[in-house]
C-alpha cells in the first residue's frame, strides 16, 4: 500500500510561486490517482487538482491557470506548481493517494502567502 509524504510549502509573497511534491513509498503508485487538496483555518477540505494513472488532470475552476499537476512514475512523486500565488491560497496542502483498495493521505505541507 502506497503511502504519501508531501513538502515543499513556504512563506511566499503575493505573485510568488512554490512547487509543492508528494512522495509515495510503496508498491504500485503507477497505478494510483493522486490528489492535491488543501484546508485553510476555520474551513474544510477542497479539491485543488488530481492526476490518473493516464495523466489525465483535473483542477478546480478558481485554480485553472495557475496551478499545474504532474507526476513522474519513475520517482513515485507527485508535484504541484502554484504561480501567482494569492492570500487566498494560503492553506494547508494535502497529497491524497487512491488505488485498488486503499486510500492514504499525508500530514500536509503549509503554503502561507502574504507579503
Known amino acids: 500500500q502506497v503511502q504519501v509524504v508531501e513538502s515543499g510549502g513556504d512563506l511566499v509573497q503575493p505573485g510568488g510561486s512554490l512547487r509543492l511534491s508528494c512522495v509515495a513509498s510503496g508498491p504500485g503508485f503507477v497505478m494510483y490517482t493522486m490528489s492535491w487538496y488543501r484546508q485553510a483555518p476555520g474551513k474544510q477540505r477542497d479539491l485543488v487538482a488530481t492526476?490518473?494513472?493516464?495523466?489525465?488532470?483535473n483542477f478546480a475552476d478558481s485554480l485553472k491557470g495557475r496551478f499545474t499537476i504532474s507526476r513522474d512514475n519513475n520517482r513515485n512523486t507527485v508535484y504541484l506548481q502554484m504561480n501567482n500565488l494569492k492570500p487566498e491560497d494560503t492553506a494547508v496542502y494535502y497529497c491524497n493517494a487512491v488505488g485498488p483498495g486503499h486510500s492514504s493521505w499525508g500530514q500536509g505541507t503549509q503554503v502561507t502567502v502574504s507579503s
Open positions: 492526476i490518473t494513472p493516464g495523466g489525465s488532470t
